[in-house]
């Protein structure tokens, strides 16, 4: 079973305006982490926000907020006021803790682009 | 601030060649991990060290090595290159150790991207 799902390959929003991106994870482990990962047409991965699974609250990075909804093990990506350097594909990706396992699991990503 | 250097950025070789991929963490960092992206997929991890000790170990292949060095870098040995080892390779690193609940963010190099041809 999958254990990051992004649903949507790809999106497009116009410029200024907001958008959600997708992403569902699925874990039997209680202390887990999760990150959203942007990578530009030029491949360098850049994280954007980390939530982890103990923390309240949303967390927010500038113009990006993770809406975190762990009773539906959802961790969706809100981009604000979207800039044409957004366009990219965006990863979330979950670290789980059994075993002491460190790496991230990927999602297979969202294609996002930004129209003027 | 730092970030994490990979060298080469590009690489080409040929099949059944070897190549060496090279990783700098952020200072201070301890864990590095190694993972493979092929065209259009998601990044897969293929191993990861701690404290220069491998912690864990993903989809790596027999005819690939790794190890980290005393002063903390880290290469990915590649052997008997195959077409389907073309891929971009990261390296990552955090300095979270050991414990914690995920709190501690990944960052990635640049990336090496390797061609098989």
């Known amino acids: 079973a999958q254990k990051i799902t992004q649903t949507q390959p790809g999106m497009f929003v116009q410029e200024k305006e907001a958008v959600t991106l997708d992403c569902t994870y699925d874990?039997?482990?209680?202390?887990?982490?999760l990150f959203w990962y942007k990578q530009p047409s030029s491949g360098e991965m850049i994280f954007l926000i980390y939530?982890?699974?103990?923390?309240?609250q949303n967390a927010t990075e500038g113009r990006y907020s993770l809406n975190f909804q762990k009773a539906r093990k959802s961790a969706n990506l809100v981009i604000s006021a979207s800039q044409l350097g957004d366009s990219a594909m965006y990863f979330c990706?979950?670290?789980?803790?059994?075993?002491?396992?460190?790496?991230?699991?990927f999602g297979s990503g969202t294609q996002l682009t930004v129209l003027p | 601030a730092a970030g994490v250097i990979q060298s080469p950025r590009h690489l080409i070789k040929e099949k059944r060649e070897t190549a060496t991929l090279k990783c700098y963490p952020i200072?201070?960092?301890?864990?590095v991990y190694w993972y493979q992206q092929g065209p259009g997929q998601d990044p897969q991890f293929l191993i990861s060290?701690?404290?220069?000790?491998?912690?864990d170990k993903g989809s790596i292949p027999d005819r690939f090595s790794a190890q980290q060095f005393s002063d903390y870098h880290s290469e990915l040995n590649m052997s008997s290159l195959e077409l389907g080892d073309s891929a971009l390779y990261f390296c990552?690193?955090?300095?979270?150790?050991?414990?914690?609940?995920?709190?501690?963010?990944?960052?990635f190099g640049p990336g090496t991207r390797l061609t098989v041809t």
């Open positions: 990552a690193s955090s300095g979270g150790g050991l414990a914690g609940p995920g709190t501690y963010e990944q960052y």
């Open positions: 874990t039997s482990d209680q202390s887990y982490g």
């Open positions: 939530q982890g699974s103990y923390d309240e």
């Open positions: 990706a979950m670290r789980e803790i059994h075993d002491s396992a460190r790496q991230l699991t």
């Open positions: 200072p201070r960092h301890d864990t």
């Open positions: 060290f701690y404290e220069k000790m491998q912690s």
